[in-house]
């Protein structure tokens, strides 16, 4: 019988921490696990070895007794499997199993199927299955069941829901690509199917569903799909009207101020605001306001041509 070398199963140390033990069987099983590797029999044993690496580490009494076993099988070697105490040992054959409280075993792991060395040394008494509240979601019940569904936060800018974007999330091992709809809106939740906890049995994934949280602009207020933002017109073109370029989330436009426009006007540029979500072509309105700005640093020819308006204004009333 061949001793198991269980941290170089799963790739880790032998002084390494809980969290590091749990996050290399994760990766691990993912990769090997036979739904996704259907008819590769090379990957379901490797699956399997990678289940009691972890049975074995992730149990507190389980990984001492193994260390301790590692220190003293090379006098079961040299004996040639003679003069080896098996009792100390080898779990209590009639017993019956144990179940740590809280846990079950999981249907993708048979104790059946764990190697002699496993059945020999671990089995019995010993506390049976501690995978239970530890093994990585979906793969986890008795029966086969739809893959857990996931929940996630995602932070983008009122650019990127303007636009729609896209965005790479790493989910179960693996990269995926995530679509952002335009228009889509803050605290709004969007279904990725299929991109949840894996399956068992055969069953479908569960869903990845993703809470949208869009970032205050610095520029633009949105209520619902219209958008308001201020915009600075300078006195002279406030006074007698003009065409100035400002920025919307379209890019650069160009509007029109009507003569002696009041400061906090409202200029109405139509379909300018947010996209409508799931509709093509539809968009809310932006609203511009205007703020009026008051020329600084006057030339004393320039205070003379006020002095002079303010004296025909005076005289015309």
Known sequence: MDYKDYYQVLGV????????????????????????????????????????AYEVLSDPEKRKKY????????????????????????????????RSKGRRPAQDFDESNFSDFFNMFFRGGGGGFSSGEDFYDGYRNQA????????????????????????????????????????????????VKGKGGLGTGGRESGHLYLKIIIEPDKHFERKDNDLYADVKVPLYTAILGGKMTINT??????????????????????GMGMPLFGKKDQAGDLYVKLVIELPQHLSEQEQELFRKLAALRNSQN
């Open 67 to 98: 260390d301790q076993l590692g220190m003293n099988w090379k006098q079961y070697e040299q004996g040639g499997g003679q003069g080896f105490d098996y009792s100390q040992w080898a779990g209590a054959q009639g017993g019956g199993r144990r």
């Open 144 to 191: 086969p069941s739809k893959g857990q569904d996931y929940e996630a936060h995602l932070t983008i800018n009122l650019q990127a829901a303007f636009e729609g974007s896209e965005t790479m999330l790493e989910v179960n091992g693996s990269t995926i690509k995530v679509n952002i709809p335009k228009g889509v809106r803050d605290g709004q939740v969007l279904r």
């Open 249 to 270: 989330l379209k890019g650069a436009v160009l509007i029109t101020v009507p003569k002696e426009a009041q400061n906090d006007m409202v200029i109405r540029l139509k």
């Open 13 to 52: 140390s032998k002084d390494a921490k809980p969290d590091e033990i749990k996050k290399a069987y994760r990766k691990l099983a993912v990769k090997f696990h036979p739904d996704k590797n259907q008819g590769n029999k090379q990957s379901e044993d490797k699956f399997k070895e990678v289940g009691e």
